[in-house]
């Protein structure tokens, strides 16, 4: 039987994802969810901050509307277990995630579960010199797995960005390895992730699941999960990425039969999720993650209904199952849950956080000390006419006003704020805290190019050397607020606004 779509409830933050949903709708909201057309508040964005008035546990756990089953859903986390760097209002994380599913089983003993994940999972940083998984990324993933397992996540959706990690995965003592003490491997999914040139094992295209127990009375409930992902920038030989389309097409026959709903979990781009949804008509739900930190709201097309999971997991994904049709032939509803700091850690899941950081710590201080001996080999030199970098304090005899106006701002002390937050080798972090990081000549480790950290006169006026050089050649135009969205991202300064922000540090 197919089981029908939708209603839609929102639980969302009035900080970064208004913000968020602001830039991503401009002036044409999305769909009017049910509740705020019928209800009160009538523009979508009242309606989010309404239920963001829900400050309470009980509030995030929402009304026991009849509902029978969850799944919950997350992804993109990117190798990272952490609450996201983000200076306002942290979002995301493991343990809150955890603590939020320990949450749920309290409140609701008798609602069986799954927990999924949607994709881009594993940290895809590459070295630039190997072109190979960094040191430090290939130590946070192998931690991925191990958190996965102790989560018990039930399906887990390969993305093209896991695939230099699983081909590691993939071979075959490492795999026997995983299998035995982190067995959340053999729960890994792809439909059109095939093997390439090196023959590592293909995945399982799809995977049935059945709920029983509880509100579930004496029914079964089999879930049918099949994942898929765009080819996206994958140029490896372990694997070929296939149509995702065609792959769930060709998969239809097969798995419709023998369950009571199909949910696919796709990494894909918005076009091709509504694609997928209007070329296989018999899917009754997209789990999808977009690869952007974007927010989506749910929509129905046709009558598949598709939730997308939120970047970095900063909400948790719950789609409540119902036995019978709600209000216009629905079945399903996605909730969000704000992964803040109401949420408890669960401390087994956070132990498991702070000994994969204080490993990776570990890891980054010992790549950063070997770079800086390996300083008389720099991995990246200035090319033949390019300026290099020269540092602040080579501008303050002829720029002193401006000078002066740079130390005393955020930007002079942006290396320490990493620091505080023992972050300070961490390649995730550098870029914004640092001047010219990865880039020919800039800021490569806190030994090797120690004056080259913190977000200096550089960092938005470009590598100078060509200036003192000549000074009177044009060097050095910044635009607002153009120069300042590379670091003041919608993630990392929710209330960037350029006229406020440019009036404290115009010089
Ligand atoms: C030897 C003196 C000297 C030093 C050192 C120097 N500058 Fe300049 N800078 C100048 C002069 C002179 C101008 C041109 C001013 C003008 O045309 O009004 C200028 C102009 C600029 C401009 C404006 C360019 C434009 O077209 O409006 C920027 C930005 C700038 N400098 C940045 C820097 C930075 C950053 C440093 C340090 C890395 C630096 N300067 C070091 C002398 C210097
Ligand atoms: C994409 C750029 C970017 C990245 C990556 C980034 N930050 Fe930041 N960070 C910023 C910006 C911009 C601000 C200033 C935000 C504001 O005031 O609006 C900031 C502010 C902060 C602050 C608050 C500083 C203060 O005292 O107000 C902390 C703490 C911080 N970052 C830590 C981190 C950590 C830890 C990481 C790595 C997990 C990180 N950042 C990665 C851009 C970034
Ligand atoms: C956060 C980015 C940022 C940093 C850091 C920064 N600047 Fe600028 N600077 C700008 C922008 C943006 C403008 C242009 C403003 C405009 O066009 O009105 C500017 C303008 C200038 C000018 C031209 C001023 C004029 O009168 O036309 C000079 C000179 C200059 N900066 C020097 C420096 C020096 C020296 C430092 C470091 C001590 C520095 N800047 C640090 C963003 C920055
Ligand atoms: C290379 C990355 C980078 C760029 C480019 C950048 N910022 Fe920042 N900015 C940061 C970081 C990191 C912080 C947080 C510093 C700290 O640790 O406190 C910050 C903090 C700030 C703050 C708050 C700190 C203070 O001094 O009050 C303001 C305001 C600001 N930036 C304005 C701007 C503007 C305006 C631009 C563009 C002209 C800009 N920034 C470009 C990285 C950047």
Redesign the pocket.
Known sequence: MAHRIVGIVLVLSAGVLAWAMIRAFGSKPGPIPEEAASGQPQNIFEFERERARRTNLAGRLGDDDGFVAVVFFGGEIMGNLEVCGCPKNPLGGVARRQGYVRLFAERYPDVPFLQVDTGYFFSDRIHPMTGDLTEDARVGNEWVIRAYDHMKLDVVNVSYHDLPQLARCLRPEEFRRHAKETPVVTRFLSANVVAGETRRPSLPPYVIRELSGGRLAGRRLRLAFIGVTEAGGYRGRDFLVRDPVTAVRQLLPRVRARADMIVVLAYLPQELVERLARENPDVDVILASVGRPLWLPPTTIGRTYIAYSTYQTKLLGELRLYLHERGGGKRVLARYIELDGLIPDEPSTEALRAAARRELAAVQRRLAERAMADASRPLRTPSEEGATF???R??????SE?YAIWTASGHARAFATLQKAKRENDPQCLGCHVTGYEQPGGFLTVFSTPRLKDV???AC?GP?SR??ED??R?????GIPEGCLPCHTRENSPDFEPVSYWAKIKH
């Open positions: 020269v540092g602040s080579a501008c303050h005899s002829c720029h401006a200096q006169c550089e006026h100078a200036h003192l000074p009177t044009p060097y050095g135009k910044v």
